[in-house]
């Protein structure tokens, strides 16, 4: 997961490809800061959230829930 400068997230994306089917999977995860503390807004279980760093990925927030997109 990306971070904006205004700390909103950027959606991820996975394309398999499989010779002649080319197939895209979005799944989608939406989070707030608010008062130095990050909440899940699809998983609304009060949870301590804490943004990671991975050295190969990026910045993300660590056990956020997401979604898959069907349609």
Known sequence: M????EGKTMGSFAT?????KLRTQVHR????IHNEQIGDLLDLTPRNLE?????KNG????NLAEEYVTS
């Open 2 to 5: 990306n971070l904006t400068p």
């Open 16 to 20: 398999h490809h499989s010779r002649a």
């Open 29 to 32: 995860f939406f989070y707030k």
């Open 51 to 55: 943004i990671k760093d991975d050295p």
């Open 59 to 62: 910045f993300y927030v660590d």
